[in-house]
């Protein structure tokens, strides 16, 4: 099964930053679009950032200037650097697999790593 498996999380206070990651299991990235998703508690998934397979990212806007996608092909890892950290920031954190970013239709999702963002 192909799938995701994403890392870093954890509990921060307001102000900090974080670096989440992510990597594949059982597949390569390189060809991919790959997205970063968010689902706050009660609320519906949200995506994001994305990077596409040239490197151009995008971001919503309640993130931009904040989060910073990155990928690295050599180690097969996508990372998502968050400065900043807000309380509306605390979710569990998804990546998933696109043929390009403005997709609906992403894949190979894993099991999230929680952000919690208190003071």
């Known amino acids: 099964q192909l799938q995701f ?10 102000g900090r930053s974080l ?13 991919y679009a ?12 949200e995506k994001v950032s994305c ?11 309640s993130v931009k200037g904040r ?3 990155s990928r690295d092909n050599a180690k097969n890892t996508v990372y998502l650097q968050i ?3 807000k309380p509306e920031d605390t979710g569990v954190y998804y990546c998933a ?16 790593t929680q952000v919690t963002v208190s003071s």
Not at 34 to 45: N, S, V
């Open 5 to 14: 498996v994403e890392s870093g999380g954890g509990l921060v206070q307001p």
């Open 34 to 45: 790959i997205g970063w998703f968010r689902q706050a508690p009660g609320k519906e998934r």
């Open 97 to 112: 697999v696109a043929r390009a970013c403005p997709s609906s239709e992403y894949n190979a999702w894993g099991q999230g």
């Open 67 to 69: 989060f910073t996608i």
């Open 83 to 85: 400065s900043g950290l």
């Open 19 to 31: 670096r989440l990651s992510c990597a594949p299991s059982g597949f390569t990235l390189e060809r």
């Open 51 to 61: 990077i596409e397979q040239d490197d151009s990212a995008y971001y919503t806007d």
